[in-house]
């Protein structure tokens, strides 16, 4: 169970990232540095718990789920952030890519 938590913990991580990874092409100079220390810090924190829990999780099932929550995070961080629009095709891939990473888990 730890390991699931440290594999969603790393997902937010990414999430988070991409949140600074945005900031950070707004920003400049003191905030633009900032930004790049915090984007850092949180994909080196995602990597590790994904590392980690890779010890019990599939390799290929632990870094599509990985992946997958920083993708459906990443369109996420753009629809609040960067006011993009989710259009229903957006949110039909949106669906498929959890489905998948469903699956994945499954089977």
Do not use: D, Q
């Amino acid at each position: 169970m730890i390991y699931i938590a440290a594999l969603l913990l790393a997902g937010l991580c990414e999430v988070v990232g991409v949140i600074f990874l945005n900031n950070m092409a707004k920003a400049k100079g003191v905030k633009k540095a900032a930004s790049f220390i915090f984007l850092v810090a949180t994909f080196a924190s995602s990597l590790s718990l994904l590392s980690y829990s890779m010890n019990v999780i599939a390799m290929s099932v632990a870094y599509a789920i990985w992946t997958g929550i920083g993708a459906v995070g990443a369109v996420f961080v753009g629809v609040f952030f960067n006011h993009e629009k989710l259009s229903p095709k957006k949110c039909f891939y949106l669906f498929l890519i959890i489905f998948s990473v469903i699956m994945l888990k499954i089977i």
